[in-house]
């Protein structure tokens, strides 16, 4: 078998996510043997001591293996990738969530798709076959389904999963779209892939499980239809 | 080009092709309802997309035990080594 040459920066923006950030590195390290990657995290100033933690995690795993590139306060996701790229040493690049909702063991099945398609971006998908979710209610799951419907009629996506943030970008691809973004929040993570697929990138899937988080708040509030529909009417004209 | 002038120019399409039909065979008040069974149409259609993707949609119940177990093996090896996990 060929060994795998390329280098994977795992950008995890993190706000308040003392606990998860620990465990997620653990799991990160744990099913990344053999690989060669780096863990960038963007903390917007955590109040709750995310960063000490971190510090903890860098003496254990050492400071090239586990960046910590801290912004004052809390300045969006967009941007916070963005400032994660800035600090990629990788060829290509992975962003999750910190709250454990992205499971890493399902990176190497990224890597892999990757590795067996030569494709620019891999996105993980919750709503195929082998993949789900758990911890949604159904309310959730209707306007998660209602929305996925409306998206996948109007936009034409060519992915399954719109708003799902766990993905494998070639940096450069990455780098490309992030530019040409301007949206905020999961808007912004459905802005990515339509552009992405707009530009005739090559996209694969992986399916993948979400298990809504156990620790911390979610950042999921309630204005958040009337900001999608905002963003899908934004999508469908600009892109 | 962008998106919406592809959705645009089907729409046209589709349009002309009504106004075609306007002129022909099939009598006027079907042909002037058509817009209107379509939008229905695509209505249910939707409609039925979101149920039936509701009733298969994947669910993985065991996902949440497996994490606990990871959480629970990743606190234990983090504890010994000084990082602090005792947050909750």
């Known amino acids: 078998m060929e060994i795998n040459k390329n280098k994977y920066s795992i950008i995890v923006p993190t706000y308040n996510e003392r606990l998860n950030i620990a465990l997620l590195v653990y799991l990160v390290f744990k099913h990344l043997r053999d690989v060669d990657f780096e863990v960038i995290v963007v903390d917007d100033g955590s109040p709750d001591g995310t960063q000490e933690v971190v510090k903890q995690l860098q003496q254990v795993y050492g400071e090239d293996r586990i960046l910590l590139r801290a912004r004052p306060r809390k300045l969006g996701l967009g941007t916070a990738y963005v400032h994660g790229l800035k600090h990629a040493s990788g060829n290509f690049v992975v962003i999750m969530d910190a709250d454990l909702s992205h499971h890493p063991k399902y990176l190497p099945s990224f890597i892999r798709k990757q590795l067996e398609t030569g494709a620019s971006i891999v996105t993980g998908t919750r709503y195929v076959k082998g993949g789900g979710v758990h911890g949604w209610n159904l309310m959730r799951k209707l306007t998660s389904r209602g929305a996925n419907v409306l998206a996948q009629t109007l936009l034409w996506p060519g992915v399954s999963d719109l708003t799902g943030s766990f993905r494998l970008y070639r940096k450069s691809v990455l780098e490309d779209v992030i530019s040409t973004c301007v949206s905020k929040g999961y808007v912004f993570q459905m802005e990515m892939i339509v552009r992405a697929s707009r530009k005739r990138y090559h996209i694969e899937e992986v399916p993948i499980t979400f298990v809504d988080r156990v620790y911390g708040s979610s950042k999921l509030g309630g204005s958040e239809i009337v900001e999608y529909l905002k963003g899908l009417a934004y999508l469908l004209v600009t892109t | ?88």
């Open chain 2, 1 to 88: 080009m962008k998106h919406i002038v592809k959705l645009l120019a089907l729409l046209v399409a589709v349009s002309a092709f009504w106004i075609g039909l306007l002129e022909t065979v099939i009598p006027r008040s079907y042909a002037w309802l058509l817009p209107v069974y379509f939008v229905v149409s695509l209505g249910c259609y939707g409609l039925l997309m979101v149920g039936v993707g509701l009733m298969h949609f994947p669910t993985c119940p065991q996902e949440a035990v497996l994490l606990q177990q990871d959480i629970a093996e990743a606190k234990e090896f983090l504890k010994q080594r000084g990082v602090d996990v005792d947050y909750d």
